[in-house]
């Protein structure tokens, strides 16, 4: 009972299939990269090859480019369908509530609550890994580079680096590795904080994979997927592309393509663009009226 559901299940009670591959398997990651818009789709093979590489990888870019989805959908394939564990750092996340800490925990007869050393989320996919050495057990953690890093991974930074060592943990000194088909996948969004900004030693533990409006493979996502799904509705990327072009060349607050990902778009193309594309700009531009006047006649032109 220590372990209680994080995620609305038990992480240490994952349901593997049968049909969940292999780390050598790779034959349909450009299936894959086909069903997400991808160009070329051949580029799922490359991030797979960097996170069998270090284990560790983090999607970066601007808000809307799909950087969850991709995580999770990406974890589901590794891991035979089964959904991965998923956690979102904060700035008050610690270690305590992602490796282990002591929590109070009630003694059942009605007395003051009891401190046992409890495992978080990490140590409980560790030990599952563990039971599971042939497949690949994967933690999603969405928003990275919203926690205090340093703080969160404490004395893992080194067995991130080095799968086949042991160290001594903080609380009770126990011997502890981290196993080697235990993959993380992050997601950061550098609209909020550069990579510059994350601790040097956890850069260097982590692959990062780019996913930016104006650069493969995303580049061109919205207007193939449209293609595909919505095509009388295809301008609507000509209004995203024209948006971007004035929205300058750091890449940082580009529109990604998700805003307007959905069945019902065209019910939606001029809601999303008033009440989620607008506020970014009007923040992005609060001291040049002209400018956001430009991205509003934008949208009548379209109309």
């Not at 490796?99 to 560790?126: C, H, I, S, W």
């Not at 930074?157 to 001594?168: A, G, K, N, P, S």
């Not at 301008?235 to 024209?242: E, F, K, P, S």
């Not at 805003?259 to 001029?270: A, C, M, N, S």
């Amino acid at each position: 009972d220590d372990v209680r559901r994080f995620f609305g299940k038990d992480i240490g009670e994952l349901t593997l299939h049968d049909d969940a591959p292999t780390r050598g398997e790779e034959s349909e990651l450009a299936a894959l990269g086909r069903r997400l818009f991808w160009d070329p789709p051949g580029m799922m093979e490359t991030v797979v090859n960097l996170l069998r590489e270090r284990r560790q990888l983090i999607f970066y870019g601007p808000p809307g480019t799909g950087k969850t989805f991709v995580a999770r959908e990406l974890a589901k394939y590794l891991m035979g369908g089964d959904e991965p564990a998923f956690l979102q750092f904060h700035p008050s996340y610690a270690y305590e509530d992602f490796f282990e800490g002591y929590r109070p925990v009630p003694d059942g007869n009605g007395g003051m609550p009891q401190f046992r050393l409890v495992p978080g989320p990490l140590k409980t996919l560790a030990e599952t890994a563990c039971r599971n050495p042939l497949r690949d057990i994967i933690l999603v953690i969405d928003e990275i580079n919203r926690g205090n890093l340093a703080k969160i991974f404490g004395e893992l930074y080194f067995l991130l680096e080095y799968r086949d060592e042991h160290i001594r943990l903080q609380y009770g000194g126990q011997p502890f590795s981290l196993p080697e088909n235990l993959l993380i996948i992050g997601t950061m969004n550098t609209a909020d904080r550069s990579i510059s900004h994350i601790d040097a030693a956890l850069r260097r533990r982590f692959h990062f994979f780019p996913l930016f409006p104006d650069k493969k493979p995303i580049q061109g996502l919205l207007r193939r997927y449209l293609k595909s799904t919505h095509p009388a509705l295809e301008r609507v990327a000509d209004l995203v592309d024209q948006a971007n072009k004035q929205l300058g060349s750091d890449g940082h607050d580009l529109i990604g393509h998700s805003y307007f990902i959905r069945e019902d778009l065209d019910k939606w193309v001029e809601l999303i663009w008033s009440h989620s594309i607008m506020p970014l700009i009007e923040d992005r531009f609060i001291d040049e009226p002209d400018k956001i006047k430009l991205f509003q006649d934008m949208l009548r032109s379209w109309q």
